[in-house]
C-alpha cells in the first residue's frame, strides 16, 4: 500500500452565527437549518427528502490517498408497513387518509395476510370515518391477499354497498371455485341494485358459474336479462353463453345465439367449434373451421386444438387432420404447447405414429407432461405396448409422471399378453 501525505495549514474553526437578514449573495457563509424545520416525506418511506442545502463537511487536516479498493455499499431496507404505522402512532396529529390510502394499495399488491390484518386493525382504531371507496379498497386488500372470511365479514357489516362492493365479493368467491356463493351473490346484488347494465366480464363469470354448478335455469335466466339489456350481441357475452349452451349440449340454442351475432371473431366461432366437439358433431366442426378461413377470421390455439380433435375421429381422419396441419404451421401456431399435444393426438388416433413422433420430437425445447401422455396413449391405441413400456422408462427418466388411466390400460394390455403366452 503506497501513503502519500501533503501538509495542510490548520485552520480554526469557529461556530459563527449571525443574523438572518445578512446579505447572503455576496457572502460564502450559508445559515444553518432552522430547529423548526419540516422535513418532506413521501410513502413508502425509504429516503426522506430535505428542503435544506446539504452542508459540506469540514476538510481533514491532512490530506491522505491511499490505493485501496472501495467497498460496495450495503443497501439499506425499505421501511415496511408495519414501521409506517409504529411512526404515525408517534405523530400528535391524526393521519391523513390518503397515507392509509397509499398503504392499502402496497398491501394489495404484495399480498400480505399479516400486514392486512394489522393495517386494518389501526384503521379501525383511528377513529376516522372512511368513505365508500375507501371500504372498498379495504375489501379488495383482504380479498387479494386471500382474507375471504375477513372480507365476507366486512362485507356484512357494511351498511352501504354500491357496485364494486358486490363484485369484489362475487370475485373473490368465483376465484375460489365457490360458483354456488357467486351466483348468490349476483342474485343478491340485483336483489339490491336492481335490473342495471353491469360490465359484460361478470355476466360471462356469472354463466361460467352457471355452467360448473349446472344452474342451467338460472343461466336461461340470465339469457333473458341480455336479451332485454340489448346486450347479446356482445363478443364476450355471445360466445360465453354459446358455451354454456353447449356444454349442456343445447346446440339450436347455441346456434340461435351465433346466428343472432352482427360481427363474429375468433371467440364466437371457437366457442360453436367447441361445443360441435361436445356433441360430436365432427363434419359440422371442420367445415365450420373452413368457412372461418374463409370469413377471413383468425384462428387462434384453442381453435386449432378443438378441431384436431374432431379431425382424430372423422372417417377421413388422415386427410383431414394433415389440413389443419398445414394451416398451423402457416400460421406460425404450430409450435403451441396446446397444437403440438392435439397433433400428436390426432396422429396417433389416425395410426400414423411416424408423423406422432415427428411432432413429439418437435417440441423438445417446452415438451410438457400433456405431450408424453398424448404419445404414450398413441402405442397403446396401436396395441404397441413394447413400445409403449420402453417409452414409459424414458418418460420417467424425463421426471414426468403418466396419467394413472394410462398406466391402467398399459397393465391391463401387459396382463393380457402374458396369459395369452402361459396358455
Known amino acids: 500500500m503506497v501513503l502519500i501525505t501533503a ?37 413508502p418511506l425509504r429516503h426522506p427528502i430535505h428542503n435544506f442545502p446539504n452542508h459540506t463537511s ?29 411512526l404515525m402512532e408517534a405523530l400528535p396529529f391524526p393521519v391523513p387518509i390518503d397515507i392509509y390510502t397509499s398503504l392499502i394499495k402496497e398491501c394489495t399488491v404484495s399480498g400480505d395476510p399479516e400486514t392486512a390484518i394489522e393495517l386494518a386493525t389501526h384503521i379501525s382504531k383511528s377513529g376516522i370515518k372512511p368513505p365508500l371507496p375507501f371500504l372498498n379498497r379495504i375489501l379488495v ?6 382474507l375471504l372470511e375477513n372480507a365476507r365479514h366486512m362485507f356484512d357489516k357494511m351498511r352501504v354497498r354500491d357496485f364494486n362492493t358486490w363484485a369484489t365479493l362475487f370475485v373473490a368467491y368465483y376465484d375460489n371455485t365457490d360458483y354456488e356463493e357467486a351466483t348468490n351473490v349476483f342474485v343478491n346484488m340485483l336483489t339490491q341494485l336492481g ?14 358459474a352457471c355452467a360448473c354448478t349446472v344452474n342451467v335455469p338460472l343461466g336461461m335466466q340470465v339469457h333473458g336479462w341480455l336479451l332485454k339489456l340489448g346486450t347479446c350481441d356482445h363478443v364476450l357475452l355471445s360466445s360465453s353463453l354459446i358455451n354454456f349452451y353447449g356444454r349442456f349440449t343445447c346446440l339450436e340454442d347455441a346456434s340461435v345465439v351465433f346466428d343472432g351475432v352482427s360481427r363474429h371473431n375468433t371467440l364466437t366461432w371457437t366457442a360453436k367449434i367447441v361445443s360441435g366437439c361436445r356433441e360430436r358433431h365432427f363434419s359440422e366442426v371442420f367445415d365450420d373451421f373452413k368457412e372461418m378461413g374463409m370469413r377471413g377470421v383468425k384462428k387462434d390455439c384453442f381453435t386449432f386444438s378443438s378441431v384436431l380433435k374432431a379431425c382424430g ?9 394433415e389440413q389443419v396441419h398445414v394451416d398451423a404451421i402457416k400460421l406460425g401456431l404450430v409450435s ?12 396417433g388416433r389416425c395410426g400414423l405414429l411416424e408423423d406422432a413422433k415427428r411432432v413429439f420430437e418437435m417440441s423438445q425445447e417446452e415438451r410438457k407432461v400433456d405431450c408424453w401422455n398424448a404419445m404414450l396413449m398413441g402405442y397403446i391405441q396401436n396395441g404397441l405396448y413394447i413400445e ?7 418418460m420417467q427418466a424425463a421426471g414426468m409422471q403418466p396419467r394413472e388411466s394410462l398406466l391402467k390400460k398399459l397393465r391391463m ?6 396369459y395369452s403366452n402361459m396358455n
Not at 58 to 86: E, M, N
Not at 141 to 146: D, E, H, K, Y
Not at 313 to 321: D, P
Not at 413 to 418: D, E, N, P, Y
Request: with cysteine; aromatic share 10%.
Open 313 to 321: 375421429r372423422m372417417l377421413n381422419q388422415e386427410r383431414c387432420g
Open 7 to 43: 501538509p495542510v495549514t490548520t485552520v480554526p474553526t469557529h461556530h459563527l452565527f449571525f443574523d438572518e437578514n445578512v446579505d447572503l449573495k455576496n457572502s460564502k457563509l450559508r445559515t444553518l437549518p432552522s430547529p423548526n424545520h419540516q422535513l418532506e416525506f413521501r410513502l
Open 195 to 208: 335490473m342495471m347494465e353491469f360490465p359484460p366480464w361478470i355476466w360471462a363469470c356469472l354463466l361460467r
Open 336 to 347: 403451441d404447447h396446446y397444437v403440438q399435444c392435439s397433433l400428436i393426438a390426432m396422429y
Open 58 to 86: 469540514p476538510q481533514p487536516l491532512t490530506q491522505t490517498t491511499t490505493f485501496t479498493k472501495k467497498k460496495k455499499k450495503k443497501k439499506r431496507k425499505g421501511a415496511t408497513t408495519s414501521d409506517i404505522l409504529h
Open 388 to 394: 409403449a413400456v420402453k417409452f414409459l422408462y424414458q
Open 413 to 418: 394390455a401387459c396382463g393380457s399378453i402374458s
Open 141 to 146: 386488500m383482504f380479498v387479494s391477499c386471500g
